[in-house]
T-cell receptor
Framework: DAKTTQPTSMDCAEGRAANLPCNHSTISGNEYVYWYRQIHSQGPQYIIHGLKNNETNEMASLIITEDRKSSTLILPHATLRDTAVYYCIVRVGLDKVIFGPGTSLSVIP | DTGVSQNPRHKITKRGQNVTFRCDPISEHNRLYWYRQTLGQGPEFLTYFQNEAQLEKSRLLSDRFSAERPKGSFSTLEIQRTEQGDSAMYLC????????????FGDGTRLSIL
């Protein structure tokens, strides 16, 4: 899988949008961008994925640059419950997910 | 959909003992994965199954580790002769067969070796 780089940690004020960046400059044409998050003492939770078009679901939006070398996960109105480690992953599809260290997001009251 | 269930949630054992963990995937999910996670790190892939067939094993899975999924439903992960370095969170995930299907994770079994 292509390697991704993310900031180690970020802060966000409660109620504001949280924008989490991810660089994946070596992504291949058939690799998708996936985001998971892991709240303390829980297993990772799937958030969203995309190939080249922007995607939105009930949890978040995913913005992928036109050259696909980077993406941003957007939590539109962050709450304290969004405090977690966020993982950006690229994968072809069927097999294992390779996690990096992720971004630790702290939502501050 | 009851989610992926893992038991026990916590296991404390002495070095040298054998331990076994169980994972019950989401029903009708053909694929089942095991990961290990140590403090401050992302989960690391160990192995995965398509139904009852074990299709891939990481080099992290030493000969002291064995995983089974005998009837293509639940899975067990056994660690023999546990060592201090085996202390970690062991995570199970499942997914339907199909390209791009996300993996759904359980909340893990935390293993502590005394």
């Amino acid at each position: 899988d292509a390697k991704t780089t993310q900031p180690t940690s970020m802060d966000c004020a409660e109620g504001r949008a949280a924008n989490l960046p991810c660089n994946h400059s070596t992504i291949s044409g058939n690799e998708y961008v996936y985001w998971y998050r892991q709240i303390h003492s829980q297993g990772p939770q799937y958030i969203i994925h995309g190939l080249k078009n922007n995607e939105t679901n009930e949890m978040a939006s995913l913005i992928i640059t036109e050259d696909r070398k980077s993406s941003t996960l957007i939590l539109p109105h962050a709450t304290l419950r969004d405090t977690a480690v966020y993982y950006c992953i690229v994968r072809v599809g069927l097999d294992k997910v390779i996690f990096g260290p992720g971004t630790s997001l702290s939502v501050i009251p | 959909d009851t989610g992926v269930s893992q038991n026990p949630r916590h296991k404390i054992t002495k070095r040298g003992q054998n331990v076994t963990f169980r994972c019950d995937p989401i029903s009708e999910h053909n694929r089942l994965y095991w990961y290990r996670q140590t403090l401050g790190q992302g989960p690391e892939f160990l192995t995965y199954f398509q139904n009852e067939a074990q299709l891939e094993k990481s080099r992290l899975l030493s000969d002291r580790f064995s995983a089974e999924r005998p009837k293509g439903s639940f899975s067990t992960l056994e660690i023999q002769r546990t060592e201090q370095g085996d202390s970690a969170m062991y995570l199970c995930a499942s997914s339907p067969t199909g390209v791009l299907q996300p993996q759904h994770f359980g909340d893990g079994t935390r293993l502590s070796i005394l």
